[in-house]
């Protein structure tokens, strides 16, 4: 087992000023809808500052794109100074730069076949007041429409206690997602859209299934509105587009036969909730 460091809050804001420095370099247009669904300026994760008293919370973020985290957690430490954590699989833990990044970054690895720790940990941290993401896709919908998700994210915050807040993010993908890596052309002063819907807050004996899929709901809702007022306009068969508004992205059937023949090919992680 290699050496990793142990969390570190200067590390975390070096990498934040890093994504702040590269945000400004590309003059990227970020612009948010409903950031007063943030935690509140001033406020910052752990058992310090809190959303509220007692209280973190889950980001339930979309994932169409490699830095849909990276513009999640510019946004809230710019409204903040919160610290975000995610839940980053074991495989981006073992690689020799990025592992040690995560370790002293303090974000939740989830194992290749156990992943009841990472969830307990999990767990304790939105317990001890700190804001955590999560993906619950679970992999990057190359539809860009919202993918079937894990319940996670549900189960998580009804065991913490602790409100789940929908993050529904367009536009990033065309800097970079999977099949088209990073384009300073399509980088450069490149909009991004976000809509945070209100917190959802779920009982114990909430039943995940049902509440993810109306979460999955709210998230899809969210990515519409970013589409329609979206600043550049597409055009026609757009690769970054869905396929039902006229892109050239699979439908979403196409997305599901793709995404099964990955599972079966061991190349992703297949399409279970749990």
């Given amino acids: 087992?290699?050496?990793?460091?142990?969390?570190?809050?200067?590390?975390?804001?070096?990498?934040?000023?890093?994504?702040?420095?590269?945000?400004?370099?590309?003059?990227?247009?970020?612009?948010?809808?409903?950031?007063?669904?943030l935690p509140p300026s001033g406020s910052t994760s752990g058992p310090s500052r809190q959303m509220s008293p007692g209280s973190g919370a889950v980001f339930a973020v979309t994932h169409f794109g490699y830095l849909d985290f990276a513009v999640v957690e510019l946004?809230?430490?710019?409204?903040?100074?919160?610290?975000?954590?995610?839940?980053?699989?074991?495989?981006?833990?073992?690689?020799?730069?990025?592992?040690?990044?995560?370790?002293?970054?303090?974000?939740?690895?989830?194992?290749?076949?156990?992943?009841?720790?990472?969830?307990?940990?999990?767990?304790?941290?939105?317990r001890a007041g700190e804001y955590l993401a999560v993906f619950p896709e679970a992999g990057v919908s190359r539809s860009f429409t919202v993918r079937e998700c894990r319940t996670g994210a549900v189960r998580m915050a009804a065991e913490?206690?602790?409100?789940?807040?929908?993050?529904?993010?367009?536009?990033?993908?065309?800097?970079?997602?999977?099949?088209?890596?990073?384009?300073?052309?399509?980088?450069?002063?490149?909009?991004?859209?976000?809509?945070?819907?209100?917190?959802?807050?779920?009982?114990?004996?909430v039943d995940a299934e049902g509440a993810t899929e109306g979460l999955r709901s709210i998230l899809q809702s969210g990515i519409d509105r970013c589409i329609a007022d979206f600043p550049l306009q597409p055009r026609p068969g757009a690769w970054w587009m869905p396929a039902h508004l006229g892109g050239a992205a699979p439908t979403d059937a196409e997305r599901q036969l793709l995404d099964a023949a990955d599972a079966a090919a061991g190349r992703r992680r297949g399409p279970r909730t749990r």
């Fill in 1 to 37: 087992m290699p050496w990793r460091p142990p969390p570190n809050d200067r590390f975390y804001r070096l990498i934040v000023r890093t994504g702040q420095f590269l945000r400004w370099a590309l003059r990227l247009d970020i612009r948010a809808t409903g950031l007063e669904h």
């Fill in 160 to 205: 913490a206690g602790v409100p789940v807040i929908p993050v529904s993010v367009w536009g990033a993908h065309r800097i970079m997602t999977r099949g088209h890596g990073f384009s300073l052309g399509r980088g450069w002063r490149a909009p991004v859209r976000v809509q945070i819907d209100g917190p959802m807050m779920f009982a114990p004996d």
């Fill in 75 to 126: 946004l809230l430490w710019r409204q903040s100074r919160a610290q975000l954590r995610f839940l980053v699989h074991q495989g981006a833990a073992d690689h020799w730069l990025a592992g040690p990044a995560i370790s002293a970054s303090g974000h939740v690895v989830v194992g290749y076949a156990d992943r009841s720790d990472a969830y307990d940990s999990a767990v304790a941290k939105l």
